[in-house]
């Protein structure tokens, strides 16, 4: 007797919906992680916190892939925006996105202007001829404490002073003359007072921020003959703010050390709006950092592995990141001022490109009027079809635009009503955001929670387009004065 074998279930294929998450919303969703772990700590936490907010204003159960593929694409382009507010010129994204992400890289003991570093710094220690002060922070009961925490209870400073009898090429190459405190007390003094002055970038670089190589950092600078004689100079010295020191004076850390002038193994930190030097001498050691000083909390120090070892406390440091110190209002006025001078325009366009986009992927297409855009884009292809509907009229090429022909057709169309609708109310209220906080909210009590109140507007509007409240109540607003309801394609 034969036996029957059980019919084989077919295997499940994959909706276009699965396919758009694993192709393209999967993949930018690692994307934004590199962003969020890379470009700076704090920034990192708050694109931590948009994300969030953002997926549980837009992202539900149903259709979950389209959803989740494009609250992640929105993300990216907020996380573009952000850093577009700072890096004002679009030819230096690409760079800056990089070198924010793998700063590791910034870090070149062996380029041409560090080596030309070293060989002023060996001529400069045999010829310094005034004392000078200098000192570097920690955080410990001593500098052999390494069981304290880097917050601003544990806090203390180590400085001391240096005669020129002191300085020389030998003394410094000895393991016995300094100590390694004091050897990265002279290099950090050498770099801030005869190699780099610290200068703005919008000066330098014509952008609010801007992280440079060595070779940029160091370009107006020269060990010329000139600058022997007078060291001091700041119009003989590089120009560029912290991060530029800081990646110039790690990477000739770094030098010193593969020359086995100093032991500690050096890195870039960051603090609120500043750039330093980090130094794990060793593990009986507290890591020591060069140009810090108290009112800089330490937020994270980046190892060459690309990933970040946090200071204090990730709660501190988003608290900090949050709720702005009210010293920052001048400097947060200057930015501002400077940005609505000269990019207003460009704060308008983008306001009305960010919503454009929104209101594409989470308020349009909507079903509106389901019946008539189907007849709509049914009649359009019909125009491209033979009589039988049996072969296109086009060759198959040219079928996804005639595609796109009939589903968008004039994009200023009462069809795509509720498109502009949303686009242009969106955009107002984010400029009226935007004015709020110029205007407004930076000049009273409430300013140190401005950033909390931009972030809560912005998760707000996204919910109502997502929710779609906005062609919601225009047609509430239109039955109740035209007395009947409002379609899209007539009666």
């Known amino acids: 007797m034969a036996t029957t074998v059980p019919p084989q279930r077919a295997r499940k294929k994959l909706s276009r919906q699965s396919w758009l998450f694993l192709l393209l919303g999967l993949p930018l969703f690692i994307f934004l992680l590199m962003l969020i772990n890379g470009y700076q700590v704090v920034n990192g936490l708050i694109f931590i916190l948009t994300t969030i ?24 382009i907020v996380a573009f925006f952000t ?61 052999t404490d390494t069981s304290k925490p880097m917050e601003d209870v544990y806090y203390n400073y180590y400085d001391l002073s240096f005669s020129p009898a002191e300085l020389s090429l030998a003394h410094f190459s000895s393991n016995d003359y300094y100590t390694e405190f004091q050897k990265l007390m002279i290099v950090d003094y050498f770099i ?3 190699i780099m002055q610290w200068t703005s970038d919008t000066v330098t670089w014509d952008v609010s921020d801007h992280v440079p190589v060595p070779d940029e950092a160091l370009s107006r600078w020269s060990f010329s003959e000139a600058w022997k004689k007078d060291p001091t100079n700041s119009s003989l010295q590089a120009w560029d703010d912290c991060d530029g020191i800081a990646v110039v004076t790690v990477s000739f ?23 330093f030097t980090a130094v794990a001498i060793n593990q009986t050691t507290p890591v020591v950092f060069l140009n810090h000083w108290y009112s800089i909390h330490v937020y ?49 366009i983008g306001a009305f490109v960010i919503s454009a986009l929104a209101t594409l992927m989470f308020g349009y297409p909507r079903d509106y009027d389901t019946a008539g855009e189907k007849k709509f884009v049914a009649d359009r292809m019909n125009r491209v079809k033979t009589p039988s509907g049996s072969s296109p ?39 009226i955001g935007v004015s709020t906080l110029y205007f407004g909210i930076i000049n009273t009590t409430l300013f140190p929670y401005a950033t909390i109140f931009m972030y809560a507007c912005i998760f707000v509007l996204l919910f109502v387009l997502d929710r779609d409240f906005m ?19 007539g009666r």
């Open 53 to 76: 907010g953002l997926f549980l204003a837009t992202v539900r159960r149903k259709n979950f892939g389209i959803r989740f593929t494009r609250a992640t694409f929105f993300s990216v």
């Open 83 to 143: 850093i577009a507010a700072l890096v004002e010129n679009p030819g230096l994204w690409p760079s800056q996105i990089y070198r924010h992400a793998f700063k590791s890289t910034l870090i070149q003991p062996d380029n041409a202007k560090i080596v030309e570093v070293n060989d002023a710094f060996e001529w400069w220690l045999d010829n310094r001829s005034t004392s000078f002060g200098n000192g570097l922070t920690y955080y410990g009961n001593n500098l």
């Open 192 to 194: 801030r007072s005869s």
């Open 253 to 275: 850390l770094r030098r010193l050390l593969n020359q086995n002038n100093i032991t500690g193994q050096s890195y870039i930190a960051c603090g609120a709006g500043h750039w």
């Open 300 to 348: 994270g120090i980046f190892g060459d592995n690309g990933l970040a070892t946090y200071g204090q406390n990730v709660i501190a440091t988003l608290q900090a990141g949050l709720i702005v110190d009210g010293e920052a209002l001048a400097e947060f006025h200057q930015y501002l001022d400077v940005i609505m001078a000269r990019y207003f325009w460009a704060i308008v």
């Open 393 to 431: 009229k086009l060759p198959a090429i040219f079928l996804p635009f005639a595609w796109f022909w009939a589903k968008i057709g004039n994009p200023f169309a009462k069809r795509h009503l509720f498109f502009w609708l949303n686009t242009i109310l969106m955009a107002g209220l984010l400029l």
């Open 471 to 489: 062609a919601k109540g225009f047609k509430i607003i239109y039955k109740l004065v035209k007395k009947r309801d409002f379609l899209l394609y």
